[in-house]
């Protein structure tokens, strides 16, 4: 089994221009392995800590300094390690850290140290990434971006994304097709009341400015009866609420768009009520992150659809072992940079599924081009993924990726498709 080499690392951007880690893995045999991190941004007060300048170098989003890490401290912990032990690198990394979230060297160093690992040693051994994840591979039931506000979109609606899910879809090819018909039917919805849908969000959300949060909904539904599906047989919707970017200094939440304030059981009901009128399978984040007692509330209130739980999770084992000690949601977001290492993102989906929460795999608003979580996705037979929309090139790269997997796997008995039986609360 080759040991590492060499650890290199640079400045590249993410598709916000801002600077991230990549890093380039060299294995004693000569293969390699390069992986770029991505970043939130409604990110959790308990996730993993990037590393940034502060200085006047891409107003303070440069990462010289934990590309710096990558090459110095992070390199000295791995090199002369074998590369096909994912867990004892990730484990140095870690240890070569020191802190809980991160924060000395930087999640965003280790991440890339993490990842590149991996794809070097899949290249070793002539793999793909997804098969040194697991061997028993399954295509992901896809959440996609239709209509954002929030942080994604300078918060021209208050709830952060409405999602198309393809509940109906019998493979992943053709949940791809529908929710690109269901963006397109929403966009032509959203011309006709007059409504500009060139504008874009962080993630290729539609971005137009609407009257209210229901009236978002309202499109979305009219974009499904344009594009010829059925709404609630065909395409579910899902929302991610983020709702701690909404809360105020007296725990309350404010819906800016409304002119209203709430606390935590108004909006739960709120929500509950927007579940009556539309078919909602998934609520994402729906109260903030630190609101055990309104997650309780909101989780049996919400009992028959997904309670995603992100802000409230951040991909951390301890959090969600007191979520599923409490009852609190019924499935957990994974975004492996909240966490820190590939391992550690594995662990959560492994105690998610042991607990029955369904695990999602979710990108970030911060992307770049890399396909690394589609592969992640496919390995862990995680069920579900979140990548964004439909449109924007750091976000179809990983539909891309998906879709060539299905590809390649079609005809054997492996690389089946998850489909909806993969949403909380499971079926059996």
């Known amino acids: 089994m080759p040991e590492i080499a060499n650890v290199d690392a640079w400045e590249a ?30 990110t959790g007060r308990h ?24 090459r110095g401290e992070l390199a000295a912990a791995v090199v002369g390690r074998l590369a096909g032990d994912q867990r004892a690198v990730d484990d140095a990394l870690r240890r070569a850290d020191g802190t809980r979230h991160l924060e000395r060297l930087g999640a965003n160093a280790v991440l890339a140290v993490s990842v590149a690992t991996a794809r070097a040693s899949a290249a070793s051994h002539d793999q793909p990434l997804w098969q040194v994840i697991g061997s028993d591979p399954l295509l992901p039931l896809p959440m996609v971006n239709i209509v954002s506000g929030g942080a994604h979109a300078d918060g021209l609606i208050d709830i952060q994304d409405i999602l198309a899910v393809p509940v109906g879809a019998t493979s992943f090819a053709e949940a791809i097709e529908w929710a690109g018909r269901v963006r397109l039917g929403t966009a032509r919805a959203a011309e006709e009341l007059g409504i500009v849908a060139s504008l874009v969000a962080d993630e290729g959300g539609i971005a137009g400015r609407l009257p209210n949060n229901r009236a978002a909904l309202e499109l979305v539904a009219r974009g499904v009866e344009a ?19 909404l809360l105020t200094a007296d725990g309350r939440y404010r819906l800016e768009t409304e002119d209203r304030t709430l606390d935590a059981v108004e909006l739960v009901d709120e929500i509950a009520a927007w579940c009556a009128a539309f078919p909602l399978v998934s609520v994402e984040d729906l109260l903030g992150e630190d609101d055990w007692e309104g997650w309780r509330y909101a989780s049996q209130q919400l009992r028959t659809i997904q309670v995603l739980g992100d802000d409230l999770f951040v991909t951390q084992l301890d959090r969600l072992d007191r979520g599923v000690e409490d009852g609190i949601a019924n499935a957990v977001l994974v975004k492996v940079n909240q966490n820190g290492t590939l391992t550690g993102g594995l662990d959560v989906v492994t105690r998610a599924r042991a607990a029955a929460y369904a695990p999602v795999i979710s990108a970030r608003s911060g992307e770049t081009e890399d396909t690394w979580i589609a592969d992640l996705a496919v390995g862990s037979r995680a069920g579900q993924i979140k990548v ?39 079926g059996g």
């Open 13 to 42: 951007l993410d598709s916000r221009g801002r600077p991230t880690v990549a890093c380039c893995v060299t294995l004693s045999e000569g293969t390699q392995g390069v992986a770029a991190v991505p970043s939130g941004a409604s």
């Open 47 to 70: 996730e993993a800590r990037e590393l940034r300048d502060g200085d006047e170098r891409y107003g303070g989003f440069g990462v010289r300094a934990a590309a710096g890490h990558v």
């Open 227 to 245: 594009s010829g599906l059925v709404l609630g047989e065909e395409i579910g919707l899902a929302l991610d609420i983020a709702a701690t970017q």
């Open 388 to 426: 964004g929309s439909t449109t924007r090139s750091e976000r179809t790269a990983k539909w891309n990726r998906l879709l060539q997997l299905e590809h390649q796997l079609a005809g054997s008995n492996a690389g089946r498709y998850a489909g909806p039986a993969a949403l909380a609360p499971y």
